[in-house]
């Protein structure tokens, strides 16, 4: 199983290093699925607004919702969640090299969101990276059955681990 996380101590340093990633990987040539995640502040100093860009050159998705300044809780919006989980469903039915999760976060935690895109890459042999928070890491644990690689978010050793497995692949074949 070609099965990977990161985890990157800031808040919102797994997206930048996971975006990063994505793009050079597709400057390379290779065929990237999934979802990243930018992070863009707000000029009323709420909470970020939180997009996502289905890969590889997909539509970029509002995932958040304003809820209000006095709103707490997630603001994830489901419903736009599921929308970013059919794009990447036909793209990975289409063929990719690697499939990329920004965040195995609590919708994957519960059995929805992009958990059975997951399990769908892993079953036609695509490596799949996800990024992953200390509050998930358990029901990922879960799901994984332990079988995950924890990479360090350093950009070399994510692309070292990209080339191992897609080079494994290119073996195959």
Known sequence: ???????????????????R???????????CC???????????????????????????????QDLGPQARGCRLDPATL???????ETTLSSGADILIVNKFGKHEA???GFRNV?????AMDI???????ELN???FETFSEGLAVQLPSDPEALMAWVDEVTVAADELV
């Not at 199983?1 to 919102?12: D, E, I, N, Q, V």
């Not at 863009?40 to 997909?58: F, H, I, N, T």
């Not at 490596?127 to 928070?133: C, E, K, R, Y």
């Open 110 to 112: 519960e059995g929805r």
């Open 127 to 133: 490596p799949v990276l996800v990024g992953l928070n």
């Open 137 to 139: 890491r358990p029901a």
């Open 34 to 64: 999934g979802t990243v995640q930018i992070n863009s502040e707000r000029c009323d100093a709420g909470p970020c607004d939180m997009d996502v860009r289905v890969l590889p050159d997909g539509a970029v998705l509002r995932i958040s």
């Open 118 to 122: 997951i399990a769908e890459a892993i």
């Open 82 to 88: 599921e929308t970013a989980v059919a794009m990447v």
């Open 1 to 19: 199983m070609k099965l990977a996380y990161t985890m990157a101590p800031g808040r919102g340093d797994t997206d930048l290093v996971l975006e």
């Open 21 to 31: 990633l994505a793009t050079d990987l597709a400057a390379r040539g290779l065929r």
